[in-house]
């Protein structure tokens, strides 16, 4: 292996390594909306600086070119699969655009410039019922496959043509999700027989063979972590990550793979639709409210009134928060969407032209 040719593949792994080690440190806020920006933005830099390993990578310096081309065909059937992950995020990201404007309308009726009558808080608890509805009927479509037929795909923009030619064969696998579509079973398949290479492999691929590794469980990890955080089709979780702890990044992944496993068995967290913070937030801030509401006794006192302006001013700020993190989730969702895409296209092309 020359010099220049080890650097790049230890630099990759490197910069794997340091990505997982900033997602996994204190100061992070796990499974909050901010973490899945973070961990999406780190994915595509990991999927570039991959893509720009492969392109770099002499095929004379490779002694079994017939082995690199069978790793890489396998990785790019495993991102294939990540695509119908992406379109069912993005739908869990839409169910909570609705629960927000089913919270706008608590915040409309109990807003602060208004004097609070029976009328304001009768629309509040209508509105904060249909959400506890919302949110159980999602928490039963999570694990009862029961979500209506879904239509929506990141390809399906006013692209131009020239972009459909590159995207068509992928429709009969992410078009859509279809009712029967299962996202435990779509990470299962992600992560099927996924095992480290024996060093006769990495030998043989001068490197590559660990670097194609590394990009299959950080690619099984991020669809995972997605999987966990937002609502959708038939959630599960258990997804067993084996890797070798020579590798830099493992210690960290792994770390996280533990921390959300936790999070998942907590008693308050168990039954949840996703595990995103802001989700949890939603829900105790709703119950709050809604508890709240059956409480109160008109006219108002001062410090009730005071207690759920406080209250609403809480929501507010959650509303807030949500509403500025979910549209930049999901351009980063389209964004892998498409990288995964063109990546694919392109690689297969490649291998095409070494096999003529």
């Not at 794997?16 to 973070?38: E, G, K, N, T």
């Not at 929501?315 to 063109?342: A, M, N, T, W, Y």
């Amino acid at each position: 292996m020359d010099g220049a040719k080890a650097l790049d593949l230890d630099t990759f792994q490197t910069h794997v390594a340091d990505c997982f080690q900033h997602l996994s440190s204190p100061s992070q806020d796990l499974l909050s909306l901010s973490w899945l920006r973070d961990l999406l933005d780190g994915f595509l830099r990991i999927h570039h600086q991959f893509k720009l390993l492969l392109l770099s990578t002499p095929k004379s310096n490779v002694s079994s070119r017939p082995a690199v081309d069978r790793l890489l065909s396998d990785y790019f059937e495993r991102s294939v699969k990540a695509l119908d992950v992406c379109n069912a995020i993005r739908d869990g990201i839409e169910q909570m655009r609705q629960w927000q404007k089913l919270l706008e309308i608590v915040l409309c009726a109990l807003d602060r410039d208004r004097t609070l009558g029976e009328g304001q808080f009768r629309r509040a608890k209508k509105a904060l019922i249909d959400l506890a509805i919302a949110m159980l009927d999602d928490k039963d479509s999570s694990n009862n496959n029961t979500l209506a037929h879904r239509n929506r795909s990141f390809g399906r923009s006013n692209a131009p043509a020239k972009d459909y030619r590159s995207m068509g064969h992928f429709r009969s696998l992410s078009w859509s999700v279809s009712r029967s579509w299962s996202a435990a079973r779509q990470l299962q398949a992600i992560g099927n027989n996924l095992c480290a290479p024996r060093p006769n492999e990495v030998v043989a691929t001068n490197g590559l063979a660990s670097a194609v590794f590394t990009i299959n469980s950080v690619l099984l990890f991020v669809m995972w972590a997605l999987v966990a955080a937002i609502p959708c089709q038939d959630r599960g979780l258990q997804v067993h990550f084996t890797i070798p702890r020579t590798f830099g990044w493992a210690a960290p992944l792994l770390s996280l793979h533990e921390r959300i496993m936790e999070e998942s068995k907590r008693r308050d967290r168990r039954n949840a639709c996703a595990l995103l913070k802001e989700i949890h937030q939603i829900e105790k801030c709703s119950r709050v409210i809604s508890e709240l509401a059956d409480s109160v006794q008109f006219p108002l006192s001062e410090e009730k009134e005071g207690e759920v302006r406080q209250r609403v001013q809480e929501l507010s700020q959650l509303c807030e928060g949500i509403k500025e993190g979910l549209d930049p989730l999901e351009r980063q969702v389209r964004e892998v969407f498409h990288g995964i895409v063109r990546s694919r296209t392109e690689g297969m092309d490649s291998l095409g032209k070494t096999n003529e």
